[in-house]
């Protein structure tokens, strides 16, 4: 135990709580990113505040309590595996720029977004059913969105990634939907309705069938292969791009 304070000393981690069995719960935050660490080097229990470990060498998130009442950030690291990862977060999740290939293991349960953005993921199964907040997982491998959640609160970021299909999208968006700089096609799959902006440019997108509904921001087609308009979004509240296509005249 008593190596266990000293180490918790030596990190600047106040109010804690070694239990019998050694695990270390936190009333508040618990913020250990930039120490250059290869490992979490004590097991914690419940932190009741966020759990802050980015920016060092971690390759695996043994140590990290199973429960955080806050946010918790994982971000530039070194993981190939969410494995370990708390099952209930009461904030946001950032596991953005590592190497993770699979997101098993993420947790069940988030209370604000989820940012998976800059890894290695070619899919998306394991990232929980609902994301109350934002979904980011841009800048990936995907070739589709099958395992996305079925409902986010608000934005959904998937650009800069290998799509090809947009299938496994959620039905409705409450924020923007921008799946630009991808390998697209066709926007069959797309949300039904886009409460923000919706973004679809530089693809190679010769329709606009399956495009939203409704859209309650700006519509951008821009940098795309349209010959034509059939198929855009009956109701967009805001702007209109569609430049840069090889649209025809009548």
Same mark, same amino acid.
Not at 222 to 237: R, T, Y
């Given at each position: ?18 239990r019998e069995d050694g695990l ?91 940012w998976c953005n800059d890894n ?5 199964? !394991?990232? $929980?059913? &609902?994301? *109350? /907040? ?5 800048? @990936?491998?995907? =070739?589709? #969105? +099958? %395992? ?19 299938? !496994?999208? $959620?039905? &409705?968006? *409450? /924020? ?5 700089? @991808?390998?697209? =096609?066709? #926007? +069959? %799959? ?19 069938? !399956?495009? $939203?509904k409704v859209v309650g921001g ?5 940098? @795309?292969?349209?010959?034509? #308009? +059939? %198929? ?19």
């Amino acid at each position: 135990m008593q190596d266990t304070t000293t180490t918790l000393n030596d990190l600047g981690i106040e109010n804690y709580t070694i239990r019998e069995d050694g695990l270390v719960d936190v009333d508040g935050d618990v913020d250990i990113r930039g120490k250059d660490l290869t490992s979490i080097p004590v097991q914690f229990g419940v932190v009741t505040g966020g759990f802050f470990c980015h920016h060092n060498q971690l390759t695996s998130l043994e140590g990290v309590p199973a429960e955080v009442g806050g946010s918790f950030s994982c971000s530039h690291n070194q993981l190939t595996s969410l494995e370990g990862a708390p099952a209930e977060v009461g904030g946001s999740f950032w596991c953005g720029s590592n190497q993770l290939t699979s997101l098993e293991g993420a947790p069940a349960k988030i209370c604000g977004s989820f940012w998976c953005n800059d890894n290695w993921l070619t899919n998306l199964k !394991g990232v $929980p059913a &609902k994301v *109350k /907040g934002d979904f980011g997982c841009s800048c @990936n491998q995907l =070739t589709s #969105l +099958e %395992g996305a959640p079925v409902e986010v609160g608000d934005n959904f970021w998937c650009q800069s990634n290998r799509l090809e299909s947009l299938k !496994g999208a $959620p039905v &409705k968006v *409450k /924020g923007g939907f921008c799946c630009s700089h @991808n390998r697209l =096609t066709s #926007l +069959e %799959g797309s949300p039904v309705e886009v409460t923000g902006n919706f973004g679809c440019s530089h693809n190679q997108i010769t329709s606009l069938n !399956g495009s $939203p509904k409704v859209v309650g921001g700006s519509f951008f087609c821009d940098h @795309n292969q349209l010959v034509s #308009l +059939e %198929g855009a979004p009956a109701k967009v509240s805001g702007d209109f791009s569609c430049r840069n296509n090889p649209l025809k005249t009548s």
